[in-house]
């Protein structure tokens, strides 16, 4: 199985976003326009990466909690293949973003940030939800808190899903991540920060590709 890459842009500016995906594109999959770029530029970056890069795979990470529809659809329209709605949005919000994704012939991808609910995410896949993020969030991994394996609880044993896993990982930590049933890794500062982005984003690539031939 292919585990892909997802290279996620936050907190930095337009031009830089642009130099990133350029430098690195060969070695990702899928690029995510972060909340906070989304905030600061709206639909217009969506846009631009679209027009800029017809064939890359976009995720827009609008961490939809409300408005289901309309947020999806505004991302889908600015040229996002996938959006993420927050697993513990009302039901009814996240039933409003998938019907958007099924219209748009697009994705959702629900982000389990901060949840603990096993039985909520147990719902959702029942509803047909069928990608889920395990996300430790910025704040607490400026705490001290990073992805591990207690998150794998959430959604262990689930069937025919797709799981993400984002949250400080990095060309060290990322091998811990790999002997999981894991579909994406999210990378952001660990290439966005790094000195080398290309090099850094070849590195993980290696990795993931390396524990595949295993």
Known sequence: ?????????DRIEWSRCFQLIEEVREYVDLVEIGTGIIKEYGMAIVREVRQS???????????????GQFEAIQAFQAGADCVTVMGFAPITTI????????????????DLLGMTDRRKVNQLAEIGCSHFCLHVGKDEQANGIQAEKHLFALVRGLKNVEISVAGGINEKTIAHFLQYPIDQVIIGSAITG??????????IKNNCQSYKAR
């Open 1 to 9: 199985m292919k585990i892909k890459i997802q290279l996620a842009l």
């Open 53 to 67: 890069y017809p064939l890359l795979p976009i995720v827009a990470d609008m961490k939809i909690c409300d408005a």
């Open 95 to 110: 039933l409003e973003a998938r019907q958007a994704a099924k219209d748009y012939d697009k994705q959702v991808i629900v």
């Open 194 to 203: 790094s000195q080398h982005p290309k090099q850094a984003a070849k590195t």
